[in-house]
Nanobody
Framework: QLQLVESGGGLVQPGGSLRLSCAASGFILDYYAIGWFRQVPGKEREGVSCISRSPRSTNYAEFVKGRFTISRDNAKSTVYLQMNSLKPEDTAIYYC????????????????????WGQGTQVTVSS
């Protein structure tokens, strides 16, 4: 069974940090691009970051550039999203998603491109 499971969410004060994990099972992560998305109730889901098969091929939304870092550890079948300098507006449910991709093709933020989704993890930034 192909599955993605997010973890690492929680409550953090403004300026704090969290590291989200996206653990894959049932498939070989090496052949997949992974995207992180977030959604607030009543608003559309938005792309946050993505990483292609090459760990150096990454993409970030403007509103997280310089604060968030995506990385992958294929040996552990896990993708991480390190979130620093968190702001109240980062509060959302964060989802990871996977799509098979050819080598050297860059990842994209379009959620419709992703086949497999996790259940999400809540991130709340508040004092």
């Amino acid at each position: 069974q192909l599955q993605l499971v997010e973890s690492g969410g929680g409550l953090v004060q403004p300026g704090g940090s969290l590291r989200l994990s996206c653990a894959a099972s049932g498939f070989i992560l090496d052949y997949y691009a992974i995207g992180w998305f977030r959604q607030v109730p009543g608003k559309e889901r938005e792309g946050v970051s993505c990483i292609s098969r090459s760990p150096r091929s990454t993409n970030y939304a403007e509103f997280v550039k310089g604060r968030f870092t995506i990385s992958r550890d294929n040996a552990k079948s896990t993708v991480y999203l390190q979130m620093n300098s968190l702001k109240p507006e980062d509060t959302a449910i964060y989802y990871c998603a996977a799509v098979p991709i050819v080598l050297f093709k860059p990842c994209v933020f379009a959620s419709r491109e992703y086949d497999l989704w996790g259940q999400g993890t809540q991130v709340t930034v508040s004092s």
